[in-house]
């Protein structure tokens, strides 16, 4: 099993020693993993940089030292919107020789990011929705290089309805994600932090994930999203047998 989307104390949001990760990912039987530290240039309500330098060179040390026992990869989770795109673009361009992994995401949309932000009390479910899967289709319109897209309908993990949305009522718009994800020959992320946020499936809901296999997608990437040890791999053997029966090939 493979853990591609996992932060440690380079995000601005954990506290996690990088080592501690590593040993949690290697007592939990994973042959691979990728940190994927967050960069969300001008979030509206937290500073998510990282020191590049300190975070490649650590990294390093640890990629050789535990070398005989897990293969650990250097990423980045780049979350992308109007507001950033030109900074994003010229991070990568300096970057993509020495980070081999990149999810791009989409955190933030109309000015806040639902995890600091109240939008359901604010405005209609549906609007909440349309608005964040347009800022979804931004990103994988104008950022095209990354590995995978994550955690596609992050958003619903902060709408307090039991009924959440249905693929039928953004059927085009998730079409047209969908599609540019596989046009671009890119990966699409099943990721399990969903589970953890009291939902029974992984980001994206299943709907989403048969519809990305009818329009032709195939490749997929596997990730806890986990920002401490415990967290690492969670609910994977429940993800893995799901998927081992969908024509899915995991990166
Ligand atoms: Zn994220
Ligand atoms: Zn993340």
């Known amino acids: 099993m ?20 590593i040993q949690a990912a290697i007592a939990r039987g994973l042959s691979e993993i990728c940190f994927t530290e967050h960069i969300d240039f001008h979030h509206p309500d937290m500073e998510f940089l990282v020191d590049m330098p300190a975070y490649i060179r650590t990294l390093e040390t640890y990629k050789s030292q535990y070398k005989d026992k897990i293969l650990i990869h250097t990423g980045i989770e780049l979350g992308i919107e109007p507001n950033n795109l030109s900074d994003s673009l010229a991070f990568y361009r300096e970057y993509r020789s020495a980070v081999s992994f990149w999810i791009g995401s989409c955190h933030v949309f109309d000015g806040g990011d639902p995890y600091d932000r109240d939008f359901f009390s604010r405005m209609p479910a549906s609007q909440v929705y349309r608005d964040y899967f347009d800022g979804v289709l931004y990103l994988v319109e104008h950022f095209p290089y990354a590995d995978t897209y994550g955690h596609l309908d992050y958003v619903m993990r902060f709408d307090p309805s039991p009924e959440k949305y249905s693929l039928d009522a953004f059927s085009s718009q998730i079409d047209a994600i969908l599609s540019a994800i596989i046009r671009q020959n890119r990966a699409l992320e099943l990721n399990t932090g969903s589970y953890r946020n009291g939902l029974n499936h992984p980001h994206p809901n299943w709907p989403v ?32 047998k799901n998927v081992s029966s969908l024509d899915l090939k995991i990166l």
């Not at 493979?2 to 990760?21: I, T």
């Open 209 to 240: 994930i048969h519809r990305y296999i009818e329009l032709g997608g195939t490749w997929v990437t596997t990730g806890s999203d986990a920002h401490t040890p415990k967290d690492i791999a969670s609910h994977f053997p429940l993800l893995y």
């Open 2 to 21: 493979k853990d591609f989307h996992m932060h440690s104390c380079f995000s601005a949001d954990s506290d996690a020693p990088m080592e501690a990760m």
